[in-house]
């Protein structure tokens, strides 16, 4: 089946330690996207990307980085400069213009 | 400027109708989506409907667009436990990339 995979689904970091976040997807899509969730909240985009090797910051891109070397993939680093990353971590991926976005099922990131 | 409101909270009875509110402010929105998110999990694509319709109906969804006043509502007939979730009303405008705009969610409770 087709669809988008997130991994892991719990991921614990510690002070001053980078982490990436996974997502990989086989839907063929050529956009994908980066939100946050934070309890009681919703989503605010972090980064996306519409095509290979070029994507934009979003509404809260500071602590965050990306890269897509890949059109299947879209991972995100979670830097030390990001101070409160506790969070729900969702990716996203589109097929084109005027097509609803498709979901992962998330990454929850805790801080030891 | 792109904003989309809901109300935070909804409580039905098992059995009852229930309508989830949600208005936007940018005229140029192509696609009006409804998104379902239950505990721990990404957003699920419930249903869609384009600018130019005014209802459009799935099986218990309907989903009616007021264009004139930017309002859209899903009801939900014959609400059931398993639909206890977050509902994300949403809109894509006539572009492409960062511009998907999300409500913060309606948590639906329903109670016994």
């Known amino acids: 089946d087709g669809g988008i995979t997130q991994s892991p689904k719990y991921l614990f970091r510690k002070e001053g330690q980078n982490v990436t976040l996974s997502c990989e997807q086989n839907?063929?899509?050529?956009?994908m996207y980066w939100y946050r969730q934070d309890p009681g909240q919703g989503l605010r985009l972090i980064y996306y990307s519409q095509i290979v090797n070029d994507f934009q910051k979003g509404d809260i891109a500071e602590g965050y980085s990306v890269s897509r070397e890949k059109k299947e993939s879209f991972p995100l680093t979670v830097t030390s400069a990001q101070k409160n990353p506790t969070a729900f971590y969702l990716c996203a991926s589109r097929r084109g213009r005027n097509q609803p976005q498709h979901f992962g099922d998330g990454t929850r990131l805790s801080i030891l | 400027g792109e904003d989309v409101e809901q109300s935070l909270f909804l409580s039905v009875r098992e059995g009852d109708s229930s309508v989830i509110n949600c208005t936007y402010t940018d005229s140029s929105s192509t696609y009006l989506y409804w998104y379902k998110q239950e505990p721990g999990a990404g957003l699920q694509l419930l249903t869609y409907?384009?600018?130019?319709?005014d209802m459009k109906q799935d099986q218990r969804l309907t989903v009616l667009l007021n264009k004139k006043d930017k309002h859209l509502s899903l009801r939900i007939a014959d609400t059931q436990t398993g639909d206890s979730a977050i509902y994300f009303c949403?809109?894509?405008?006539?572009?492409?990339?960062?511009?998907?705009?999300f409500g913060p969610g309606t948590r639906l409770s329903v109670l016994p």
């Open positions: 839907l063929n899509h050529d956009a």
């Open positions: 949403a809109e894509s405008m006539n572009n492409y990339g960062q511009n998907f705009v």
């Open positions: 409907i384009f600018s130019n319709m």
